[in-house]
């Protein structure tokens, strides 16, 4: 694969080669040669060194608690935006080692192809295009791209998960200088983008979706719910003012 191409991570721990057999078969049978990059497994961490790696108080405030399968899956995506800015990648895909894979995903990291995503992605401003589904997004502002009427929206629904998204070099540093200690979980895109940290897209149709696999996950079996604060009445309020005006503004994806 050409040096031009957007490079593709993907996030495996060293000791599960059944999973990396097959992700790579699955890559490679597209044409695509991945780095995978060796997860962290908190759950092995010692108890002293996990502690040094989280903000407490912060994480209380912000989400609530981690698990220590999130803790490392939040360290392993920081390592590789890290990797990413020390390498001088303009882009990357990462990818979860538990991922099915949109026929054409090559196209989307093919600097030649219509359906490039650097064409869609900032050079200059943090962001990131989350390729697996998002529930809504904005009517207005849309890029279209590509031949098979692929779309890049703002979204409006939450965003989570880290199965698959590309990320630019300034959104990587921009996490990798604000996450750590870590203060919540690697896949919660929303509030990165409500503190300023990068700007979400999301592609559509989509081009990642979790496997069956994705259901015994090795890093988040063990995931609690967020933690929700009570509303206040103005945010309940906002929140019918959002129901009413959300149809006009907004589509489902």
């Known amino acids: 694969m050409s040096s031009q191409f957007i490079p593709c991570y993907v996030v495996n721990l060293a000791t599960d080669q ?17 780095i995978f990059f060796d997860a962290v497994d908190g759950r092995i961490m010692p108890e002293d060194q996990l502690n040094q790696q989280v903000d407490w108080p912060r ?3 912000e989400y609530g608690t981690l698990t220590k399968g999130e803790i490392g899956c939040a360290l392993s995506h920081l390592g590789i935006y890290r990797d990413i800015v020390q390498k001088g990648y ?6 979860e080692d538990d991922v099915c894979l949109a026929d ?4 989307l990291l093919d600097p030649e192809s219509p359906e490039y995503l650097g064409q869609i992605i900032s050079t200059h401003k943090p962001e990131m295009i989350q390729l697996t589904k998002v529930q809504r997004g904005f ?5 279209s791209f590509g031949t098979r009427n692929r779309v890049a929206v703002r979204p409006y629904s939450g965003v989570w998960l880290t199965s698959g998204y590309a990320i630019n070099q300034a959104g990587a540093r921009s996490l990798a200088e604000n996450l750590h200690p870590l203060w919540t979980v690697a896949d919660h895109w929303s509030r990165f983008q409500e503190k300023g940290l990068i700007t979400l897209w999301a592609l559509t ?14 890093l988040g079996r063990d995931r609690k719910p967020r933690r929700k604060n009570k509303k206040t009445l103005a945010e309940r309020l906002r929140r019918i003012g959002h129901d009413i005006v959300r149809p006009l503004i907004t589509y489902k994806l």
Request: aromatic share 6%; charged share 25%; hydrophobic share 35%.
């Open 18 to 34: 059944t999973r990396r057999q097959i992700i790579e078969a699955s890559l490679q049978e597209k044409g695509i040669s991945p």
């Open 59 to 61: 994480l209380k405030h």
């Open 90 to 95: 303009p882009y990357a895909l990462i990818l």
């Open 104 to 107: 054409d995903i090559k196209n």
């Open 139 to 143: 009517r207005f502002g849309k890029k």
């Open 205 to 218: 149709p989509v081009a990642v979706w979790e496997s069956e696999q994705a259901q015994a996950s090795n």
